[in-house]
């Protein structure tokens, strides 16, 4: 069982940051796949960037260029920098953890880009 706690969300005016983290609470976390989902109301959930074992990255298109995810295995953290914010991405983030096929998930954070 691996248990998946984020922190960092809030309020930020358009253009601007939040890092987002999820701390994980999972032996070998070196191992698992690492993702950022969100759900924005009445949507469905849409992956925004996921991050391998090995460091390899991707992007949902609408955050490329903006969104950086980062994975540090010593603190079984990963993170989601988030840079020129818009009010589309307004929603609950949500941590994965997937391995073999099984997947886990965070409670989410919300997150509202608005003036």
């Known amino acids: 069982q691996v248990q998946l706690v984020e922190s960092g969300g809030g309020l930020v005016q358009p253009g601007g940051s939040l890092r987002l983290s999820c701390v994980a609470s999972a032996r070998m976390f070196n191992i698992y796949t690492m993702g950022w989902y969100r759900q924005a109301p009445g949507k469905q959930r849409e992956l925004v960037a996921y991050?391998?074992?090995?460091?390899?990255?991707n992007y949902g298109d609408s955050v490329k260029g903006r969104f950086t995810i980062s994975r540090d295995d010593v603190k079984t953290t990963v993170y989601l920098q988030m840079n020129s914010l818009k009010p589309e991405d307004t929603a609950v983030y949500y941590c994965n953890a997937g391995l073999s096929g099984v997947r886990y998930w965070g409670q989410g954070t919300q997150v509202v880009v608005s003036s």
């Open positions: 991050i391998t074992p090995g460091g390899d990255t």
